[in-house]
């Protein structure tokens, strides 16, 4: 089984940087496409970022030009670097992946349309005033 656990959450002032990190562990994939996902208080899980295995990346408009998803040379570990953090940012960051590339491509994970299968348990993101 496909098994990711994030780390890198905390509570930062607005205009502050935190970068997250999701680790893939289980089963012999050498690739997959990552999401990072958050759920803030009180609303609906929303897609932040996609990033396929050929590092082909896609944002939602709320994070564009202030968040990076990036992975590592061996393809387990993904990060999101978050720069200018907003109090709209707070919310619990959840990494996910599907093993091997974006099926359908990044933009159907971006628009929602399609979704990740396995997700890591998530790492809270507080951004004060």
């Known amino acids: 089984a496909l098994l990711l656990a994030e780390s890198g959450g905390g509570a930062v002032e607005a205009g502050g940087s935190l970068r997250l990190s999701c680790v893939a562990s289980g089963g012999n994939w050498k690739s997959f496409c990552w999401g990072w996902y958050r759920r803030a208080p009180g609303k609906e899980r929303e897609v932040v970022a996609i990033?396929?295995?050929?590092?082909?990346?896609r944002y939602a408009d709320s994070v564009k030009g202030r968040f990076t998803i990036s992975q590592g040379p061996d393809k387990k570990t993904v990060y999101l670097q978050m720069d200018n953090l907003k109090p709209e940012d707070t919310a619990t960051y959840y990494c996910?992946?599907?093993?091997?590339?974006?099926?359908?491509?990044?933009?159907?994970?971006?628009?929602?349309?399609?979704?990740?299968?396995?997700w890591g348990k998530g790492t809270l993101v507080t951004i004060s005033p």
């Open positions: 996910g992946a599907d093993p091997v590339y974006c099926s359908g491509g990044p933009d159907r994970f971006i628009t929602g349309y399609y979704t990740m299968d396995n």
């Open positions: 990033i396929d295995r050929d590092d082909t990346t």
